[in-house]
């Protein structure tokens, strides 16, 4: 069977190299920058090395494409393209659009069509498929399937592998084919009864998460008020053996899903006149985490930081990544230099980023650590300046949250 996956990036990628064990891939992306640098073996994913795609290369089992006509023949067609927001924080679903736009010009043979993008529910029915449908050139029945994907990009003990994947088709048949497939590269799948109930669990873990995290970043504010240590009182709660969960505050939260997700899940709940209270609330929470964070810091600084040297430690959204979208430091360095401080920020990972480039680890009047990256030491972190204040409670001796 040949696959092809529409969008070669964190989670396309990822698919690409699981599926390609078992079945002929066609990995296409619109970006040829991306494309070009798969077909020279270059992996630009944490997670997949390249050299698992120079062997996949090798053996002919892998291809990289931006070109429509690459897969006209192809059985089964996955789609992994981004579901940003729009600038005024709505569901943005022009490149899940664009993909069925791809679909339906280039494949005039029935085929299943899977979704992994992460979308609210009601998009493989009410959008995906009709998309489908309009940009066809002639009808043709293709069988729809959803299967919203889990990875965490950089994690070791969880992969496309062991962990449990839900899905469901629009028919019986296209739920059949789709456990086929990925039953070949994944341990456990979970059928649910319909797509709606698929694309609603996806975005409701990732709402969990953050009205998690948002519980604790408020938490933390009030320890601090109360004079107590927020990480003592969390491992104290953790000793019960049941019913509570340790989430750990920090300066916002970032990545694709954690900020974008819930949005989704609030607006489709808006539309249908539902409340989203909670989810609408722990973004503001989380939002605000960074506006906090360099209060807390001004305050301890003689209450300005006008002129002073501020390095922000590690701009990367999770530690061991080099993944800046909607990352906490975004936000933590927009308030420094309003309030005048003159900002670099220290990120190997990550490397450059908004056209500025990592700086040294030292020389710095205040240093804010966001995200800890295994390879950054404690000591040089502690030595880089008099100051060190600390979101991520991992680093020992320096101011913590
Ligand atoms: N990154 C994660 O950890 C993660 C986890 C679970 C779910 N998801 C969801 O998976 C989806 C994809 O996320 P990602 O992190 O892989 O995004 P990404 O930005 O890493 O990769 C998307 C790729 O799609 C390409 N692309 C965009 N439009 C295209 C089009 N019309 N045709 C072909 N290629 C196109 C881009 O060039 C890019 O390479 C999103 O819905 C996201 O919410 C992501």
């Given at each position: 069977m040949k696959i092809a996956i529409i969008g070669q990036g964190y989670v396309g990628l990822t698919i690409s190299a699981f599926a390609s064990e078992y079945f002929d891939v066609i990995g296409f992306d619109s970006n040829q920058n991306i494309v070009d640098r798969l077909n020279r073996?270059?992996?630009?994913?944490?997670?997949?090395e390249s050299k698992s795609i120079q062997n996949l290369l090798k053996d002919g089992r892998y291809k990289a494409t931006s070109s429509g006509s690459d897969i006209a023949d192809v059985d089964i067609v996955v789609i992994a393209v981004p579901t940003p927001l729009t600038d005024n924080r709505q569901p943005d679903l022009t490149f899940i659009e664009k993909a069925c736009k791809t679909i339906g010009e280039y494949i005039t043979n029935p085929i299943l069509v899977i979704n992994e993008s992460t979308s609210f529910p009601g998009t493989l029915r009410n959008f995906i498929k009709p998309a489908i449908e309009k940009y066809s050139r002639s009808p043709v029945n293709h069988l729809y399937a959803i299967s919203p994907e889990r990875v965490d990009p950089g994690r070791e003990d969880f992969n496309q592998k062991n962990t449990p994947r839900l899905y469901a088709g629009l028919t019986p048949e296209a739920s059949a084919k789709t456990k086929e497939f990925y039953s070949k590269f994944c341990d456990k799948l979970v059928e649910v009864s319909s797509p709606e109930v698929a694309e609603a669990a996806k975005l409701f873990e990732n709402t969990f998460r953050q009205v998690n995290i948002a519980l604790v970043n408020e938490f933390a504010q009030i320890a601090h008020s109360l004079g107590i240590s927020v990480y003592e009182t969390l491992d104290a709660a953790s000793t019960k053996p049941y019913g509570f969960m340790k989430f750990t505050p920090s300066a916002g939260v970032g990545g694709h899903c954690i900020p974008v997700d819930p949005t989704y899940l609030a607006a489709v709940a808006e539309e249908h006149g539902a409340p989203a209270t909670f989810i609408r609330r722990a973004n503001e929470v989380n939002l605000q985490m960074s506006k906090y964070v360099v209060d807390r810091m001004q305050a301890d600084n003689g209450g300005s930081l006008q002129g002073k040297s501020v390095l922000v430690v590690?701009?990367?959204?999770?530690?061991?990544?080099?993944d800046v979208r909607e990352t906490a430091a975004e936000l933590v360095i927009k308030h420094l230099r309003e309030r005048g401080a003159k900002v670099s920020w220290h990120d190997e990972v990550v490397g450059t980023w908004h056209g500025e480039n990592s700086a040294t680890l030292?020389?710095?009047?205040i240093a804010v650590v966001i995200t800890k990256h295994d390879a950054v030491n404690e000591p040089d972190i502690l030595a880089s300046a008099p100051y060190v204040f600390d979101t991520t409670g991992k680093v020992k001796g320096a101011i913590r949250l």
């Amino acid at each position: 069977m040949k696959i092809a996956i529409i969008g070669q990036g964190y989670v396309g990628l990822t698919i690409s190299a699981f599926a390609s064990e078992y079945f002929d891939v066609i990995g296409f992306d619109s970006n040829q920058n991306i494309v070009d640098r798969l077909n020279r073996g270059i992996s630009h994913i944490e997670g997949i090395e390249s050299k698992s795609i120079q062997n996949l290369l090798k053996d002919g089992r892998y291809k990289a494409t931006s070109s429509g006509s690459d897969i006209a023949d192809v059985d089964i067609v996955v789609i992994a393209v981004p579901t940003p927001l729009t600038d005024n924080r709505q569901p943005d679903l022009t490149f899940i659009e664009k993909a069925c736009k791809t679909i339906g010009e280039y494949i005039t043979n029935p085929i299943l069509v899977i979704n992994e993008s992460t979308s609210f529910p009601g998009t493989l029915r009410n959008f995906i498929k009709p998309a489908i449908e309009k940009y066809s050139r002639s009808p043709v029945n293709h069988l729809y399937a959803i299967s919203p994907e889990r990875v965490d990009p950089g994690r070791e003990d969880f992969n496309q592998k062991n962990t449990p994947r839900l899905y469901a088709g629009l028919t019986p048949e296209a739920s059949a084919k789709t456990k086929e497939f990925y039953s070949k590269f994944c341990d456990k799948l979970v059928e649910v009864s319909s797509p709606e109930v698929a694309e609603a669990a996806k975005l409701f873990e990732n709402t969990f998460r953050q009205v998690n995290i948002a519980l604790v970043n408020e938490f933390a504010q009030i320890a601090h008020s109360l004079g107590i240590s927020v990480y003592e009182t969390l491992d104290a709660a953790s000793t019960k053996p049941y019913g509570f969960m340790k989430f750990t505050p920090s300066a916002g939260v970032g990545g694709h899903c954690i900020p974008v997700d819930p949005t989704y899940l609030a607006a489709v709940a808006e539309e249908h006149g539902a409340p989203a209270t909670f989810i609408r609330r722990a973004n503001e929470v989380n939002l605000q985490m960074s506006k906090y964070v360099v209060d807390r810091m001004q305050a301890d600084n003689g209450g300005s930081l006008q002129g002073k040297s501020v390095l922000v430690v590690g701009v990367a959204y999770k530690p061991n990544v080099a993944d800046v979208r909607e990352t906490a430091a975004e936000l933590v360095i927009k308030h420094l230099r309003e309030r005048g401080a003159k900002v670099s920020w220290h990120d190997e990972v990550v490397g450059t980023w908004h056209g500025e480039n990592s700086a040294t680890l030292s020389g710095a009047d205040i240093a804010v650590v966001i995200t800890k990256h295994d390879a950054v030491n404690e000591p040089d972190i502690l030595a880089s300046a008099p100051y060190v204040f600390d979101t991520t409670g991992k680093v020992k001796g320096a101011i913590r949250l």
